[in-house]
């Protein structure tokens, strides 16, 4: 339904729900980058048509593009894909306005009932964006352990976190779906989080967030098709300058572990 008539139904009474999970709260990126954003929704969604709207308020807001036509921005700036298996539809936005934007992530619920909307936030600045990763999709391997380095640039005494995409609102010990996580805060506006174990269950979006400031991942597990009786990690980064890339075996001493409630899900710089 276009977010006009969402006033014809708001007269008669009708209430929405939201169906729909995405980060929780801003994302920041560089002008003229890409950046993607995931929306997870309900099994009763499946073969709905979802879209990507933008404006301040729901109801006034410039419905960008839907999976069901084509674009009239640019190619390139703005797309949308479903992955009903997953439950996921993703909108990918080439942002080239400086600023704070607003977005909505929305399910077509039909002419008698409110769409299901969720809204995220884009902080867009010429210089780095203030809390980034170098690729959003990575791929790790079943058996294995993967190192992912995230790095934010402005100083802030938040817990950083880490949750996947539909359970943010659990508590954050250590563990998602029983494979264990680690962040290792032990140098300066660098955080780099190991997955250990991974498994096929492991697939999926992720968010890494600090603060206000969010930023999602998404990992897919493969088959390893190597004979190994030592456990190796794939390094997610080109910070050379910051980091250095290594092996983590069993001898290894465990990285710092920094538990964050859900309370610190969406804190304040």
Not at 39 to 57: I, Q, W
Not at 80 to 92: C, G, L
Request: charged share 20%.
């Amino acid at each position: 339904m276009a977010p006009f008539l969402g006033i014809i139904v708001t007269l008669c009474g009708l209430t929405g729900t939201h169906g729909i999970t995405t980060v929780s709260e801003e994302v920041s990126v560089k002008v003229g980058a890409t950046v993607s954003i995931p929306c997870l929704y309900e099994p009763s969604h499946k073969n709905l048509v979802k879209y990507l709207c933008k404006g301040g308020a729901w109801l006034s807001c410039d419905q960008i593009i839907t999976t069901n036509s084509e674009s009239s921005f640019p190619e390139g700036q703005y797309t949308i894909s479903d992955d009903p298996d997953q439950r996921v539809f993703t909108v990918t936005i080439k942002s080239q306005e400086e600023g704070r934007q607003t977005y909505w992530c929305a399910v077509e619920m039909g002419f008698s009932t409110l769409d299901e909307t969720t809204k995220f936030k884009l902080f867009v600045s010429k210089g780095k964006s203030s809390l980034y990763v170098d690729q959003q999709e990575i791929t790790g391997f079943a058996g294995d352990s993967i190192n992912i380095s995230f790095v934010n640039t402005r100083k802030t005494h938040d817990n950083p976190g880490w949750c996947k995409l539909g359970h943010c609102k659990e508590p954050q010990d250590g563990f998602i779906e029983g494979s264990q996580y680690l962040i290792d805060a032990s140098k300066q506006g660098v955080f780099v989080v190991t997955m250990k174990d991974l498994d096929m269950k492991s697939s999926g979006w992720y968010i890494f967030f600090q603060g206000k400031r969010n930023m999602p991942i998404h990992l897919t597990v493969a088959v390893n098709s190597k004979t190994t009786n030592t456990p190796t990690a794939t390094t997610v980064s080109t910070l050379s300058d910051v980091l250095s890339t290594k092996k983590i075996t069993e001898k290894e001493p465990e990285l710092v572990l920094r538990q964050a409630s859900f309370t610190d899900f969406g804190g304040h710089d």
